[in-house]
Structures are given as C-alpha cells and as structure tokens.
C-alpha cells in the first residue's frame, strides 16, 4: 500500500512539472501585442488635456490610442520618439462651447517631432483650433498640428474642419518630415498660405537657401480637400468679410500667397484625391500653390470648382519650381484674361511632351469670369485689393481684354531681369486624337497677364502706362499647328528661322480621333470648371511645368558577355508607341522633336523618363569607335502600372534582364603568304607582292564599299634560305560588316604568281553581335606558298604600257608543291543575314525576383509595408523580449529533469 502512494505521489508530481513548464513555456513563447489605451471626454479641458497627456508620457511604441467622445484641449501637447496610433473619437479646441473662434479657443494642439516618430490618424475628427488667437507675435507661423524634424504622420482617415492657422490650415509639415494623406477630409479650414496644409516654410518665391525653405514632404494618396481657403484679405471699409486674415495695406503687395487647399515648398506628390470648392482670396493657386522643388508630381486626382483671385484657379506653380502632370485633361475652366485652361508667365515653361499629354479643351478666356469687375466689365469693384508693383491702384484704362480659351504664353518682359518663355505644342493627345492649336486673340508684348498695370523691360524700366491684360487690336502674324509638334519661344525663332516677337493666346481644334469624351474618361488628371480672375483659369504657371506619363526604359552598353564594363560612345534609335523614332546620345540633354535626353550620366548607361506606356522597339545607330554595330532590334512594353510614376519602375530593354546590349570590336584578319625555292641550293634575298581587292558582297547579294585593305598594300617576303621558305605578311584588314570579301595575291615580279584570298565575315549566334571570320586561300585555309625554280628575274619596266599577252618563256623547272593534304576542317557555313531578334528574346521587365544585387545605379524596389509587418507578426514582436534560447533550454532541462527522476522512481520500486 505504501508503495502505491508513493508511486502515486511522484507521478503527480511529474505531471505537475510538465503542465507546469508546459505553462511556463506557453507563455514565454506568446506575442506582447501593443496596447490600446482608451481616453474618454469628460467635457472639462483640463481634464482631457492631462488625460491625453499622461496616455501618450505612458504609451510604449506602437500603442493604440482610443479617443471616446470629444475631448477639449487647451494646451499645446508634444510628442516625440514613438510610434503611435490615434483612432476614433473628437479632438476640440472650442473650449468656450460655440463652435466659433473665440479668443479663449485653443491655438494649438500637437508639436510631432524627432526622427522615430511615427503618428498616424484613424478615423479622429480635428476641429476648431485657431492659432490666430494665441496672442503670440507669431501666430501667423502657426498651425494646430505642427510636425517637424524628421517626423512622419500618416492619415488614413478621419476629418479635419474648420481649424484656422498662419502655415496651414490645419497642419504644418517642414524641416525634413513627412506628412502622408491616404484619406479622410479637410475641410472649411483658414490660413495666410495653405488653407489647409503647408509643407516647407513660408518664403518668397525668389528665396533660395535652403535653411530658410526647410522643405518637408507631403504625399497626398487619397482623401477630400473641401471648402478650405487661403489668403490675405480680411474685412473691409464696407463691411464686406471674405473670411482671409491681415488685409492688404498689412502685408502690401507680396506674391507666394495662396494655396486654398495646400502650399508647399517642394516636395509635393498627388497620387490621388478630390480638391473642390478651395479658395486663394487675393493671391495664387485656388487648390494648391508650389513655391519650390525641382520634383513636384500631381499623377491623379480631381480638381474642379476652385477659385483664385488672381492666377491658377486649380494649381499655380512659381518660378523656381518643376512640376510634372500625370495623363491630364484640362477642360471646362474660366480665366477672366489669359488662358481659360494653361496660362504661362512671361517666365513661364510648358512641355506636353510626346503624345501631348495635357488634353486641353473647351476652356473659357472672358472678362465675365474677373469677379473684380462689375457687370458691365467697365470698371472695378475693389481697385485696392490688387494694386500695381509700385503700389498704386489701377484705374479702368487698365481692365484689358481676354484672349486664349486654351491656352496663352506671355512675351519675356519681366523687367530688371532676363526672362524667357516656351511651350512645347503637341499635334496629338494620349488618346492619339489628332488636333491643331490656332490664334484665339493675342495679348501684347506690354502685358504681363498678372497685373492689372501692366510692365514692360523693352526699354529697360517699369511701365504702368499699359495694361497687364492689353490685347491686339489685330494679329500681323497669323499662328496655327499643322500635324507637328511646335516648339514656341516668345522673343525668339521658329524652326525655319523666322522671328517669334510675339506672345500666344489659343484654341484647341479636334482634327480627328477618339475626341473628348474619350479624352476625359481616360484622364488619370481631371482639372474643370476651376477659375481664375486673372490668367491660368485651369493651370497657371511662373516655373516650369511638363505633362507626360512616367515609364523609364533603361540598358546597358557592355564590351561584350565576358566584360561589364559600360562602354562609352553610342547612339540608340528609339520608336515611341505612336510610330515616331528619336535619337538618345550617350550623355546628351537635348530634348526635342529628333532627340531625347539620357537621364543616366553614367558613360554607357542609358535611361529615358517620361514615357507612354505602350510598345518600344530599340537599335542601336551608331557604335563606339573600334567597336561593331549591333544589329538586332530590341523591343520593351512599358504597362500603364509602370507608366503612372507612383511608384518608380524601371523597365530594362536589352540582351539581358538588367539591360545589358554587348558590343564587339571588330575582328581583324592578317593576310599571309610563304615563299618557297624548289631548287634547295639556291638563296634568295625576298620576293615583293602586292594585295588587291577583287570584290565584297554582303549577305544580300548587294556590293560592299569602301573593300576594306589593309596597310601596306605591298609587303616583302623575308630570305628564302636554301631548302627553306620565306614568309610575308600584310597588315590588319578591320571588318565591320558581314559579307565575302575576295582578294588577290600577285608577285610583282611574275604576275602568273597569285593567291587567290577569300575572307568570309559572320555572326556568330551565340554571342549577340559578335562578328567572326574565316579564310581560305586558293580554296584551303592553309596559308598558301608560291615556289619559284630560280633566282627571280630583273623587275620589269616601272609602268609598262599593257600587262603581257603570254606567259614566261621559261616557266619554272618544276610545278609548285602540292598545299598540304589534310587541311584544317572547314567551319559552318556563316548564316545570311542576322536574325531580326536576338536569338534570346530579351525581357521587357526585369524577373520578377531581383538578383542578389539590383542592376548599377539602380535600388530594389521597397517592400510592401503590410507583407513585411505580417511576416515580422509571425516571428518576433518587436515589444517582446528575445525569450527563445532560454525557453529551448527550460525545455530541455525540465525533460532530462523528469526522465532522471522516473529512472529513480523505477530502481527504487524494483529495489523493495
């Protein structure tokens, strides 16, 4: 009985061990999820400010923060070196309960700062902050979410309202860090610049270093901005309110105002989104305004019914800034002057690029869209909100007139500096509907398009005799676009060297094609029904601006399969999908209607931006110095996935996956010849021969010229010893091309002597490109020998009047020895002609898994962010301790543990 009881006990107690480390090990082993922290309103501001302070001092990386019901805050809350998520609920600064912008309102809300700060925005309502009424000097530099340094938030939803801020409406991105939209809405709120974001600080356009700009990043992905609105105005002497900030006498006439919706300072990137109903009161850009930046993108979105008081009803763009347009269709928008759809500055630069992809049409150039003029469009209602540079009213001599329903480019006259303008016209638009661009009225060299006075630098100094928006009264030199693309430069020539000393204002005219419905449907970008009181009623412009898609096609020129070097030195012929063929030089920037530019400044490594998706075909047209012409043709489709630009992808065309084309010096053959007595006693001292060129024949049956020969011509054969031979040999002979190549050999001395020299010039198939040759003399690939039986005779006359009827009277004692028996195997016969591809057809993508190491000059493409974050879920969480090695040696121990222990239970019962 005793012994059941302890053989009870110790079996209890073996399996209270294994559940126990069972136990313990289930929970070593178990994700540390982050947490969820929820904040509930109270309705009392210091309350919910302490509460959300202590939820974020007290939050971990990667915490959840719950926000339940409206909380008021009233002090300004920081946050910096953690990742963090808010979701949910009513962040307020209307602590007086109106709903109204009261002086006792919160100014500010969140200061996110400090590389490793991640916030993201889920589904929180942000309203009524007002950094107006804080009292602060600054309060113009404010905005309620200030994020800087090398932060970064993200929204993916939620909304944004009625907030009031100096730089941004609602949020100020700058100094380094990052601001993504993927959703939500912003909407009805107010500052100076950027109704409701601005990214970068604020500077004047002419502003250029960087550490005043501090530009951010603002990549807008989705979301609605609505109803925002930016800009100096404030109430008037009437009475009148147009909801903006200091009036004008305040800040006088300064530019780099505006922006309803968003301004920045660089950085921009629109993949998506729909901007309605925004406002720049007094200034630029009714949805957004760009300041700076060398790389601004607008690919997608929506923007229609926004309004600028002056120019851009839906974008306006400065002088120092490039932005580029997605596959864009501008139609349906209203400027009061110049430009109902495209305005250019008189600095202003314009490219639609191949295959025109800005489709601009029924636009709308009309005083009755200058909502500063009264009905009869005779004088002004507010002559003081847009006084001339010299900060004088206008008067009604200075209204002007309307020209260019499409589109108008203004005459160089900025004065004090050198100005230049130019567009790029396209006779076609990406829907391959064919058009022509024709005279819609013309502004005159005096007018400016962005001042009511006008200005003029044909003399040297300001002029406010004009009118900013003065017109022709007729048109001398008439302007039309006949199925060609025209590249216009006010002030310069046209392509046959005519003077272009006039500005442009135009319409676009459907020759042919899908047309505009088909136009609109197909548009990645639709900017309509946008205005401006002034110019650019769609899209208005002091920078440059380039509508085009973004595929990339890159390759690599190499010196052959077994050497990577890029080499240097080549001309490529590259067919768009719309049949036209144009020419890349290695290095070169040219860009127009024969050239395109090479984007790689790598020597030997090309790469062409800014193209249409569709279908190209590549040839090489001229190889580097020493080296062989390629001969195949390369083709490439760039998807419209590739083309969008969002994000980069880089299509390879070439022999290989990383766009490698190999190029091959060209091979070079020496001619050779023995010389041989029959008679073994005599001695000679050399014989002279002579090569000519016969005939060469390509793989067509069509002639060769120039033959190629080599240099020297004529070559001496060393001293035949007695019983021995004598050998000569002419120079190298380069070829280029394949085809047969026939020469003769001829002793100078007896011209019945001759070698007939066969050179056969092939590709090879097995390395692309690659020429070889094969030669045969008299029939066999041995080197031939001449035997003479004497010591040569005297040389004939220098120039003998005719060759000899007969041969030598005395021919040689003996015929010439037989060439050897067993000659070398003749190789293949060459192929004809190359085949039209290469014998591997070349991928028009790199494969789908990179290599080890991507292509030079190249990166990998970024891991999908939510892939990444599942893979890492089902490892190691990166809030949980690295407990794995010591729970594999718990498990270990506790076995041996309880294995040693039934080993003793065991001898123990068979020892009793």
């Given at each position: 009985m005793g012994?059941k009881?302890?053989r009870?006990k110790s079996?209890?107690?073996?399996i209270?061990?294994?559940?126990?480390?069972c136990f313990?090990?289930?929970?070593?082993?178990?994700?540390?999820?982050?947490a969820t922290?929820t904040v509930?309103g109270s309705?009392?501001?210091?309350?919910?400010?302490?509460a959300?302070?202590?939820?974020i001092?007290?939050?971990?990386?990667g915490?959840?923060?719950?926000?339940s019901?409206?909380?008021?805050?009233?002090d300004l809350?920081t946050?910096?070196g953690?990742e963090?998520t808010?979701?949910?609920?009513?962040?307020?600064g209307?602590?007086?309960?109106?709903s109204?912008?009261?002086t006792?309102?919160?100014p500010?809300?969140?200061?996110i700062?400090?590389?490793?700060?991640e916030?993201?925005?889920?589904?929180v309502?942000?309203?009524y902050?007002d950094?107006?009424?804080s009292g602060?000097?600054?309060?113009y530099e404010?905005?309620?979410i200030?994020?800087k340094?090398?932060?970064?938030?993200?929204v993916?939803?939620g909304t944004?309202?009625n907030n009031?801020?100096?730089?941004?409406g609602a949020m100020?991105?700058y100094?380094?860090?990052e601001?993504?939209i993927?959703g939500?809405?912003f909407?009805?709120?107010r500052?100076e610049?950027g109704?409701?974001?601005?990214s970068?600080?604020?500077t004047?356009?002419?502003?250029?270093?960087?550490?005043?700009?501090l530009?951010?990043?603002?990549?807008?992905?989705?979301?609605?901005f609505?109803n925002?609105?930016a800009?100096?105005?404030?109430?008037t002497?009437?009475g009148?309110?147009?909801?903006?900030?200091?009036?004008i006498a305040?800040v006088g006439?300064?530019?780099s105002?505006?922006g309803?919706?968003?301004?920045?300072?660089?950085?921009?990137?629109i993949a998506d989104g729909e901007f309605s109903g925004?406002?720049?009161l007094?200034?630029?850009?009714?949805a957004?305004f760009?300041?700076h930046?060398?790389?601004?993108?607008i690919?997608?979105g929506?923007?229609?019914d926004?309004?600028?008081y002056?120019l851009?009803?839906?974008i306006?763009?400065?002088?120092?800034?490039?932005?580029?347009?997605g596959?864009t269709?501008?139609?349906e928008?209203?400027?009061g002057?110049?430009g109902?759809?495209?305005w250019?500055c008189?600095?202003g630069?314009g490219?639609?690029n191949?295959?025109?992809?800005?489709?601009?049409f029924?636009?709308?150039?009309d005083?009755s869209?200058?909502?500063?003029?009264?009905a009869a469009?005779d004088d002004?209602?507010h002559?003081?909100?847009f006084?001339?540079s010299d900060n004088t009213d206008?008067d009604?001599s200075?209204?002007?007139?309307a020209a260019?329903d499409?589109?108008a480019?203004m005459?160089?006259?900025k004065?004090?500096?050198?100005?230049?303008?130019?567009?790029?016209l396209?006779h076609q638009?990406f829907?391959y509907?064919?058009?022509?661009?024709q005279?819609d009225g013309?502004?005159t060299?005096y007018?400016?398009?962005?001042?009511?006075?006008?200005v003029n630098?044909q003399?040297?100094?300001?002029?406010y005799s004009h009118?900013?928006f003065e017109i022709?009264?007729s048109?001398?030199?008439s302007?039309e676009t006949n199925g060609e693309?025209v590249?216009?430069?006010p002030?310069?020539?046209d392509?046959?060297?005519n003077p272009?000393?006039?500005a442009?204002?135009l319409e676009?005219?459907v020759v042919?094609?899908p047309?505009?419905d088909n136009?609109?449907?197909?548009?990645?970008?639709?900017i309509?029904n946008?205005?401006a009181?002034?110019?650019?009623g769609g899209v208005?412009?002091?920078?440059t601006?380039t509508f085009?898609?973004f595929g990339?096609?890159?390759?690599k020129?190499?010196?052959?399969?077994?050497?990577?070097d890029?080499?240097?030195?080549?001309?490529?012929?590259?067919t768009f999908p719309?049949?036209?063929?144009y020419i890349i030089?290695d290095?070169?920037?040219?860009d127009?209607?024969?050239y395109?530019?090479?984007?790689?400044s790598?020597d030997?490594i090309?790469?062409v931006k800014?193209l249409?998706?569709?279908?190209?075909t590549?040839k090489?047209?001229?190889?580097p110095?020493?080296?062989?012409?390629?001969?195949y043709e390369?083709t490439a489709t760039?998807?419209?996935?590739q083309a969008f630009g969002m994000?980069?992808v880089?299509?390879y065309?070439?022999d290989?996956a990383?766009?490698?084309?190999y190029?091959?010096?060209a091979?070079?053959?020496?001619v050779?010849?023995?010389?041989?007595l029959?008679?073994?006693t005599?001695?000679?001292d050399?014989?002279?021969f002579?090569?000519?060129?016969?005939s060469?024949i390509?793989?067509?049956?069509?002639?060769?010229?120039?033959?190629?020969m080599?240099?020297?011509?004529t070559?001496?054969?060393s001293?035949?010893p007695?019983g021995?031979?004598?050998y000569?040999?002419?120079?190298?002979?380069?070829?280029?091309?394949?085809g047969?190549y026939?020469?003769?050999i001829t002793?100078?001395?007896?011209t019945?002597k001759?070698?007939?020299v066969?050179v056969?010039v092939y590709?090879?198939?097995?390395h692309h490109g690659?020429?070889?040759?094969?030669?045969?003399?008299n029939?066999s690939?041995?080197?031939?020998?001449i035997v003479?039986g004497e010591?040569?005779p005297s040389?004939?006359?220098?120039?003998?009047p005719?060759p000899?009827?007969?041969?030598?009277?005395?021919p040689p004692d003996?015929?010439?020895d037989?060439?050897?028996?067993s000659?070398?195997?003749?190789?293949?016969t060459?192929?004809?002609t190359?085949p039209?591809?290469?014998?591997k057809?070349?991928p028009?993508?790199?494969?789908?898994t990179?290599?080890g190491?991507?292509?030079?000059?190249?990166?990998f493409e970024e891991?999908?962010?939510?892939?990444f974050s599942q893979g890492?879920?089902?490892g190691?969480d990166?809030n949980?301790?690295d407990r794995?090695?010591?729970?594999?040696?718990?498990?270990?121990l506790?076995i041996?543990?309880?294995?040693?222990?039934?080993v003793?239970?065991?001898k123990?019962d068979?020892a009793?």
């Amino acid at each position: 009985m005793g012994k059941k009881k302890r053989r009870l006990k110790s079996l209890l107690l073996i399996i209270f061990l294994l559940i126990s480390s069972c136990f313990w090990l289930d929970r070593g082993s178990v994700i540390v999820y982050a947490a969820t922290v929820t904040v509930t309103g109270s309705g009392d501001a210091d309350t919910d400010t302490d509460a959300l302070k202590d939820a974020i001092t007290n939050a971990s990386s990667g915490d959840t923060i719950s926000l339940s019901g409206t909380l008021l805050i009233n002090d300004l809350i920081t946050i910096s070196g953690k990742e963090l998520t808010f979701s949910g609920g009513t962040l307020s600064g209307d602590i007086d309960g109106d709903s109204t912008h009261s002086t006792g309102d919160t100014p500010r809300l969140f200061r996110i700062s400090g590389s490793g700060t991640e916030v993201t925005f889920s589904g929180v309502t942000v309203e009524y902050f007002d950094c107006t009424k804080s009292g602060d000097a600054n309060n113009y530099e404010y905005s309620p979410i200030e994020i800087k340094d090398n932060a970064k938030v993200t929204v993916t939803s939620g909304t944004f309202q009625n907030n009031v801020g100096g730089e941004g409406g609602a949020m100020h991105v700058y100094d380094g860090a990052e601001l993504n939209i993927k959703g939500g809405t912003f909407q009805n709120n107010r500052a100076e610049n950027g109704g409701a974001i601005l990214s970068g600080k604020w500077t004047d356009f002419n502003t250029t270093d960087p550490s005043q700009i501090l530009p951010g990043k603002l990549i807008i992905e989705g979301g609605s901005f609505l109803n925002n609105i930016a800009g100096i105005s404030n109430e008037t002497a009437d009475g009148f309110d147009e909801g903006g900030f200091r009036d004008i006498a305040t800040v006088g006439n300064h530019v780099s105002f505006g922006g309803g919706a968003i301004w920045t300072n660089g950085g921009l990137v629109i993949a998506d989104g729909e901007f309605s109903g925004n406002k720049a009161l007094r200034s630029f850009g009714g949805a957004v305004f760009i300041n700076h930046g060398d790389d601004n993108k607008i690919f997608k979105g929506s923007f229609h019914d926004n309004v600028a008081y002056k120019l851009g009803g839906a974008i306006y763009s400065e002088e120092n800034s490039n932005t580029y347009f997605g596959k864009t269709s501008i139609y349906e928008n209203n400027a009061g002057h110049f430009g109902g759809g495209l305005w250019l500055c008189p600095s202003g630069i314009g490219d639609f690029n191949t295959l025109g992809f800005a489709a601009i049409f029924d636009n709308d150039a009309d005083l009755s869209h200058d909502g500063n003029l009264n009905a009869a469009k005779d004088d002004y209602i507010h002559p003081d909100w847009f006084p001339a540079s010299d900060n004088t009213d206008p008067d009604a001599s200075h209204i002007g007139g309307a020209a260019g329903d499409d589109f108008a480019i203004m005459y160089p006259n900025k004065p004090y500096y050198s100005a230049s303008s130019s567009i790029r016209l396209a006779h076609q638009w990406f829907n391959y509907t064919e058009i022509k661009w024709q005279d819609d009225g013309r502004p005159t060299n005096y007018a400016s398009g962005y001042y009511y006075k006008g200005v003029n630098s044909q003399t040297g100094t300001s002029d406010y005799s004009h009118s900013g928006f003065e017109i022709e009264s007729s048109i001398s030199e008439s302007f039309e676009t006949n199925g060609e693309d025209v590249i216009f430069k006010p002030g310069g020539t046209d392509a046959d060297g005519n003077p272009t000393d006039y500005a442009l204002a135009l319409e676009c005219v459907v020759v042919s094609g899908p047309g505009k419905d088909n136009a609109k449907s197909n548009a990645n970008l639709k900017i309509y029904n946008n205005t401006a009181y002034w110019s650019g009623g769609g899209v208005g412009t002091d920078g440059t601006v380039t509508f085009q898609q973004f595929g990339i096609l890159s390759w690599k020129k190499r010196k052959g399969v077994a050497n990577y070097d890029a080499l240097a030195g080549s001309s490529w012929e590259l067919t768009f999908p719309d049949g036209k063929t144009y020419i890349i030089n290695d290095n070169s920037s040219v860009d127009d209607n024969t050239y395109k530019p090479d984007s790689d400044s790598t020597d030997g490594i090309f790469k062409v931006k800014g193209l249409p998706a569709g279908n190209y075909t590549l040839k090489e047209k001229t190889a580097p110095s020493g080296y062989l012409l390629n001969p195949y043709e390369y083709t490439a489709t760039i998807t419209d996935e590739q083309a969008f630009g969002m994000p980069e992808v880089t299509v390879y065309i070439g022999d290989e996956a990383d766009g490698s084309i190999y190029d091959y010096e060209a091979p070079k053959v020496v001619v050779e010849l023995y010389k041989k007595l029959s008679d073994p006693t005599l001695t000679v001292d050399s014989y002279d021969f002579t090569i000519t060129a016969v005939s060469a024949i390509d793989p067509n049956g069509l002639p060769i010229t120039p033959i190629p020969m080599p240099t020297p011509v004529t070559e001496s054969s060393s001293t035949a010893p007695a019983g021995g031979q004598g050998y000569a040999s002419f120079g190298e002979i380069t070829y280029i091309n394949p085809g047969t190549y026939t020469y003769t050999i001829t002793e100078d001395v007896d011209t019945t002597k001759k070698v007939t020299v066969v050179v056969t010039v092939y590709y090879d198939t097995a390395h692309h490109g690659q020429l070889k040759t094969t030669v045969k003399y008299n029939g066999s690939t041995a080197v031939a020998t001449i035997v003479n039986g004497e010591t040569p005779p005297s040389p004939p006359p220098p120039t003998p009047p005719n060759p000899p009827d007969n041969p030598p009277d005395n021919p040689p004692d003996n015929p010439p020895d037989n060439p050897p028996d067993s000659p070398p195997d003749t190789p293949p016969t060459p192929p004809g002609t190359p085949p039209g591809t290469p014998p591997k057809t070349p991928p028009g993508t790199p494969p789908g898994t990179p290599p080890g190491t991507p292509p030079d000059g190249e990166e990998f493409e970024e891991v999908d962010a939510y892939k990444f974050s599942q893979g890492a879920a089902m490892g190691r969480d990166r809030n949980t301790s690295d407990r794995l090695e010591l729970v594999f040696i718990f498990r270990g121990l506790v076995i041996i543990a309880t294995g040693c222990f039934l080993v003793f239970i065991i001898k123990r019962d068979n020892a009793n």
